[in-house]
């Protein structure tokens, strides 16, 4: 079996950030910027699953400008095959990233398409959703366990929901998309970054996957949160009440 | 937009707005309680962690950063909080004694290079592209190696920067046309001494003609790019933690730190041992206070083998901020002295403008001050609120914040650079020009020369000691003679200094038949806190001057909280006993980070609590604590500040 992972590049996640000068977007020029945490976790699992024997080869794609073959390089280093950059020049919404890896998913014929729960920059929640839609397969959000049944052909997956723990069995090919409490990714060695270098990474462009990119959303403006007012310090639980009734209009 | 944000921890409970919960949320969840009291004896203090959490989307920090990497699964020996202690010291006498000698050990991968170069910054960098470029005039092939303990080349280097091209125009000569980051040409040198109102402009002693204002993080970076392209292999996200020597004692490499080692010194289930780099050559280029090169120094008496004084230090705390576009002139080089230093304080501060509307602001305080009551990051937040440097920034945001300690020894604090296996190049070594206050382009012609004198000692023959032999024939020399007397002049206090700073520079330019010496050496210097009053520091407004955790977040320093603390203490009693009574604990003040807290523990009496993870690797306690009881060690690789405009 092939498993897919879907890496993406993003922002490190402890970089300051600030919203460009025109509202544009975020300012990400001269900004470290690192693989999304959740899909480190997603190729950890990928990786586990492949050691204890389930699929025979793991394969990283990423989707964007050139920078994302370093990406794809320390996902190679952690373990991954081989890896698929998708030429894009500037950052596509989850219906288009959804659109490409159910093209990629139809040549490459996985077994399985790990994926993030959601990217640390746009924090959508949809990819994952919407390859599994677009692909007609079935779907294991927020996974916090993963468990394989190689006669049944189908994955046992806890799902960390607002009520507590959803365990669900879903029949392979399936999306699972990871949550935080998975995997604790390992580090990846220096001779694996070495050899790493060798591995192959395919490029491809939209045109070799006819993909229609365009989008009914357009980002119109991208503006800091408001700062946040200084609170008021009341003398008497009657002023208290008096504020929520007159003031905030909750009461 | 959810970010994360980092966890400072301030026991005075103000920003607890930033936290990074990931590690902690991970933590709760799982049976380990990361709030439980290690029950080994470490010398090290748990740092507590505030539980106030925001996001519920927190994601663990990245083991994998761009492309910041780790190390091998192997190893078997068991891994407790005493027998790690216990394995990290007796590992380095183990390998003098021969026991963990070149070839590889069971359980350790070792790689092999001709040029093994410790820290990706100007002066490792300009060596290894010498290297190769030596390589293909003479048609060798010698394979160079660089490890850099940042995520990313340029993510731990921080500089004021004016840069002179000297150095850069020998090593890469095309480099206006190959869109180096060098674009803003000095354009006005100005000098201003501040008294608490005033700014009283002065002839200027800087002539920056032909200079740059430049980032010397992108510079690096760039430089980074020109290595890869001639096969040089960078590895950043590595931090060597360990000099590896052979049965005759002689340096053949580093071990890599360590990774996933837990706060209590138990192996994560992450855990991968390091690495041993070798090479037939091992040069240093730690940058100011190098902790490997520190070590160096004084296992081979690098110091005393040439008569060289003790090091002497400042710390120069940074910002970079975007102002008005009305306010900005690029290619304007400010510099100042006097207020908010007193005379007895050595020290100025800096104000260039770069492209983009940013301009870069710093402080620069000698370490060698005598009231342990100085807070050089407070003072920095005063300096900003004075009108002609407020005049600048009101309008404007602050991009990065970060800090560094810098060398002021200058000529007579220069050690013998080469021991047996390799040598220190850069300021590990210390080649900075105190009065012009540029380092860089000495630091790279070190570099040069040294990979000069590797080259011949591998391809032909020739010895290491040649490095020393043409550093002292090399403008770099020439320069620093002429520099000595200016910093120690100021021994004698502000106006003596000044004044023999204006001899040299007028008339004399070091060509006087003495040299000046350095006075005590800066953890010496720091008087008896009875002796002195606490000083009154104003409160932050928050526009102009911040507080340590709001300006911390703007370094994007972060590391993973749950291994042990890189900040050692030789002896775990000393602050409590000494730094606290009679010094009135400086390393709370002069830290630029808030890692060192005083905190009451259960009984109400103060502990020391360091905060390890959020250092900015500036060195400053490793330098000025008066006991010096402070060793700075390389955390996991990876962590630190990640600077881009600094």
Redesign the interface.
Known sequence: MKILVAVKRVVDYAVKIRVKPDKTGVDTQNVKMSMNPFCEIALEEALRIKEAGFAKEVVAVSIGPSQCVDTLRTGLAMGADRGIHVEASYSFLPLTIAKILKSLADVENPGLIFLGKQAIDDDCNQTGQMVAALLGWPQATFASKVVLDKDKQSATVDREVDEGLETLSVDLPAVITTDLRLNQPRYATLPNIMKAKSKPIKKMTLEDLKVDIKSDIEIVEVTEPPKRKSGVIVSSVDELIYKLKNEAHVV | ??????LFRSSSSSSLSFT?M?RF??KL??STNPLRNSKNQLPLILPRFLSSTTAS???????????S?????RSGHPYSADSFRKSQAFSSKSRALGVRCISSEAGR?S?EYDVLIIGAGPAGLSAAIRLKQLCQEKNADLSVCVVEKG??VG?HVISGNVFEPLALDELLPHWRQEQAPIEVAASSDKFWFLTKNRAISLPSPFDNKGNYVISLS?LVRWLGGKAEELGI?I?PG?SASEVLYDASDKVVGIA?KD??ISKDGSK???F?PG?D?KGRVTLFAEGCRGSLSEKIIKKYKLREEVNAQHQTYALGIKEVWEIDESKHNPGEVVHTLGWPLDPKTYGGSFLYHMNNRQVALGLVVALNYKNPFLNPYEEFQKLKHHPAIKRILEGG?V??YGARTLNEGGFQSIPYPVFPGGAIIGCSAGFLNVPKIKGTHTAMKSGMLAAEAAFGALHEGSNMSTYWDNLRSSWVWKELYSARNYRPAFEYGLIPGLAVSAMEHYVLRGKVPFTLKHGKADHEATDLARKWKPIEYPKPDGVLSFDVPTSL??S???HDHDQPSHLRLRDPKIPEKVNLPEYAAPESRYCPARVYEYVEDEEGKPKLQINAQNCLHCKACDIKDPKQNIEWTVPEGGGGP?Y??M
């Open positions: 937009m959810k970010k994360m944000k980092a990074i990931h949320l991970l969840s799982s989307e927190s994601p663990p920090p990245p083991r994998t950063s761009h492309p990497n780790r190390f091998i699964s991968e790689i995520a990313e993510g992108q292999e590895y590595f890599t990774m996933g994560k289930e992450t991968q690495v780099i945001t991009l990065q977040y703007r994007n320093t972060n990640a881009s405009i």
